[in-house]
């Protein structure tokens, strides 16, 4: 009996996925006035290539003078409901499938399993938060329509419910493409490398301990990263959502579409249009949703299963 194997316990597999929606509502709430001009950002100048605003401040200024600081939280619901469907779904499925990784092979995951889970969990996650991106893309975008354009929606209900009636229900997944590719980059870049960047500075020469500092260190290079690789994709994904039709025809024929005269129009630097703001929701972003994410395993595991002084998390 005494050499029989003690059961570690482990967080509930559906807690994984509250913890992660939580983690990214969490984020989200605090960052979404740079998500609203980042996505202002990549939409000015679409198709005539002028500039509709010179700079990040300059995109806010003309918020606050239009909008007051509401227009900073436009679509703020939305940004919630994506984040209860998309992060629910992502974070709590690379959490199942890292723990179970190393449940099965009693080691932490190479570069190549952290990037298929974090593509496994990205793509899924985008098709599920689809209709709530829809939705916020385009709350964030009515402000700088004329006064006969704007679609004034009351809130992410009302704009969910608008839209499948006016435009029929498979819209609410228009660019579900682009969302699932840019989410599989995001997701593959972020996750993967934010726990290689993690098992790197525990075992590296600075041998850094399980906590704050470490997980601080190691989502803002992620966010960093993540950046780089994925604005081309968002931009593709903003544009696409919130695209017109002309004489009954879609201004996109899709991704490459809008990738390609992106580049022909505005130059291939406007695929980082918006890098400023991008970057300061994403990195922030990024580096928030973890940290919440690690306090919340690392409070269950402790408090509630008892594991004190055990490495819990990604």
Not at 207 to 217: A, F, P, R, S, T
């Amino acid at each position: 009996m005494a050499n029989q194997k003690v059961e570690k316990k482990t967080i509930p597999n559906g807690l994984k996925f509250v913890f992660g929606g939580l983690a990214g509502m969490g984020a989200t709430s605090i960052v979404q006035p740079f998500d609203v001009v980042k996505t202002r950002m990549q939409i000015s100048g679409v198709g005539s290539g002028k500039k509709e605003f010179t700079s990040s401040m300059h995109c806010i200024q003309t918020i606050l003078s239009k909008e007051g600081i509401a227009g900073l939280y436009k679509g703020i619901g939305a940004a919630l409901l994506r984040q209860a469907t998309y992060s629910t779904t992502r974070l709590g499925m690379y959490t199942y499938l890292n723990d179970m990784y190393k449940t099965k092979l009693e080691r932490d995951p190479n570069i190549t399993a952290s990037m298929m889970m974090g593509i496994i969990a990205g793509g899924t996650g985008a098709f599920v938060g689809t209709p709530a991106e829809v939705a916020l893309i385009r709350m964030q975008a009515d402000g700088r329509l004329s006064l006969a354009e704007r679609r004034n929606y009351t809130n992410v209900a009302n704009a969910l419910t608008r839209i499948a009636k006016e435009e029929g229900l498979l819209t609410l997944w228009r660019g579900c493409i682009p969302t699932i590719g840019r989410a599989m980059v995001v997701n593959m870049t972020q996750l993967a490398s934010y726990s290689q960047f993690k098992t790197y500075f525990r075992k590296s020469p600075m041998n850094m301990e399980e906590g704050i500092k470490l997980h601080l260190v190691a989502s803002m290079l992620s966010g960093l990263l993540t950046t780089i690789a994925s604005m081309p994709l968002d931009i593709a994904k903003t544009r696409v959502q919130n695209m017109k039709y002309i004489d009954g025809k879609p201004e996109y024929r899709g991704t490459v579409d809008v990738l390609s005269r992106v580049i022909r129009q505005e130059g291939v630097f406007a695929l980082w249009k918006g890098f400023t703001p991008y970057y300061c929701r994403l990195g922030p972003h990024t580096v928030l949703t973890f940290i919440f994410l690690e306090q919340l395993n690392q409070a269950y595991s402790t408090h509630v299963l008892g594991n004190e002084g055990k490495s819990v998390g990604l």
